[in-house]
């Protein structure tokens, strides 16, 4: 009797032990990610002032250095960095998919981690349009990988936990950090995790309040729409930005997935002097813009909505093309922040047609319709934007915009495009390395 006790009170005392011990797990990965979060942010401004200060000694050394930049952005992620080309969240989901620990070390590992942060910074300085938080879900995602090999059992879910800890640092937006865990990374709710992925978005949350603290990454607004009127920008956003976000996203995915033309293969086989192209073509849109559209869009979008001012008439589809470009390149950078800037554009056109109605609402409506239509994730969107400009008032009208993106999109592209693209990473992760080091060439 007393040793069926003793049995029974020890393996309870180790289930006990196991569960602590991988809530620790969770609880320091989200403090690290939420760190990498912050440095990446500030490293990422510094960046783009660096960047700042070439264009202010010449405009035109755009033509040189971004063509040059993509170029060798794009030799070092194949050479040194296979698996940290573009955004970095269709890797993260595609790690979750996969069995094999080799093939997951493939697209998310504390290299790759640290080759997507080097690169994603570097793509900043040359004047790439790209984002950081994209990036930040993959490092997010390699983080909780390394630290997965204490608790190897539940590496899908730390996998999870990390990707959505990477939101929650980058916008600092801990209940969008969550949607996004369950609507785009898992399609599913996971009871057995959920709990663990709140303590981890939790931990990254406070990491980075204690390290930047408190704010929202478009700053406070109370705008809403008042009139009757103002909620016809409500349809025409959602299908504006759900045709541009379902075609870039169409874009994007046919040339990831390779064109089966003459003209497809040899840009396949040649990806250096592809993303030479990509370079230069983002380098003219800059110049066509008035140097507006480089890098994340952040501050362009910030200072407009902050005064109500419109953005020029030609930044949202230049910001389009040059995201675009940068998104076929094959650089590591991520589509988050680009995408709402190209939104942002997009509403600030739409507004000219509403004179009555306030700006800054029509550009959240225009930011989170675009946004959907990329993404293909409603609810991640509508709470995203809400989060970011601390803006409750405007919840139904972008449900409503985003719902409406989000239904045209897909009549556009039939899956988003994390998910697709997610579906390359996990066939080239299955072969053998040295196949898919040629399939990369």
């Not at 959505?164 to 949607?179: C, E, H, R, Y």
């Not at 870039?248 to 003459?262: D, E, N, T």
């Not at 409506?365 to 509508?382: D, E, K, R």
Request: with cysteine.
């Amino acid at each position: 009797m007393i040793t069926a006790r003793f049995i029974r009170n020890k393996r309870l005392l180790r289930i006990a032990s196991a569960r602590w011990q991988r809530r620790a797990i969770f609880l320091l990965g989200g403090i690290v990610i939420g760190a990498a979060a912050v440095v990446l942010a500030q490293l990422a401004d510094l960046a783009q002032d660096a960047f700042g200060l070439l264009l202010a000694k010449s405009r035109y050394v755009v033509l040189v250095v971004t063509p040059l930049g993509f170029m060798l952005s794009a030799y070092l992620t194949i050479r040194l960095f296979p698996g940290a080309q573009g955004s970095g969240i269709p890797q993260a989901i595609a790690a979750r998919h996969l069995n094999d620990q080799t093939a997951r070390a493939r697209l998310v590992s504390l290299r790759i981690a640290a080759g997507k942060m080097i690169l994603t910074l570097f793509g900043l300085l040359c004047g790439a349009s790209i984002g950081r938080e994209g990036p930040t879900v993959q490092v997010g995602a390699s983080v909780m990988f390394a630290i997965a090999r204490v608790s190897p059992r539940r590496q899908p879910g730390l996998i999870l936990a990390g990707a959505a800890a990477g939101v929650a640092a980058a916008f600092n937006t801990p209940l969008a950090g969550i949607v996004f865990g369950i609507e785009e990374m898992s399609r599913a709710f996971e009871t057995r995790t959920s709990s663990l992925i709140i303590a981890a978005v939790i931990a990254a949350g406070l990491t980075s309040l204690a390290l930047t603290g408190n704010y929202t990454y478009f700053g406070s607004s109370a705008m809403s729409l008042a009139r009757g009127a103002d909620w016809l920008a409500v349809p025409v956003c959602g299908v504006v930005g759900g045709l541009g976000g379902g075609l870039f996203s169409r874009v994007v995915i046919l040339m990831a997935r390779g064109v089966r033309h003459p003209l497809g293969r040899a840009l396949k086989s040649h990806p250096l002097w592809f993303a030479f192209a990509c370079g230069l073509a983002v380098a003219i849109c800059g110049l066509a813009s008035g140097d507006t559209i480089y890098g994340t869009g952040y501050a362009q979008v910030k200072t407009a909505l902050e005064n109500g001012s419109p953005l020029p008439q030609d930044f949202g589809i230049l910001k389009l093309f040059a995201t675009t470009f940068a998104a076929i390149s094959g650089v590591p950078g991520g589509i988050f922040a680009p995408s709402l800037a190209v939104g942002a554009g997009l509403g600030s056109n739409i507004a000219s047609f509403f004179h009555d109605a306030p700006l800054g609402a029509i550009m959240l409506l225009g930011m989170v319709s675009y946004f959907a239509g990329v993404v293909q994730a409603p609810i991640t969107a509508f709470v995203i934007v809400t989060e970011m400009t601390d803006n409750h008032g405007m919840v139904v009208p972008l449900m409503a915009a985003a719902l409406i993106a989000h239904l045209v999109s897909r009549m556009v592209c039939e899956e988003g495009i994390y998910h697709a693209l997610a579906k390359g990473f996990v066939e080239q992760a299955i072969l053998p390395p040295e196949r898919s080091q040629a399939e990369r060439r």
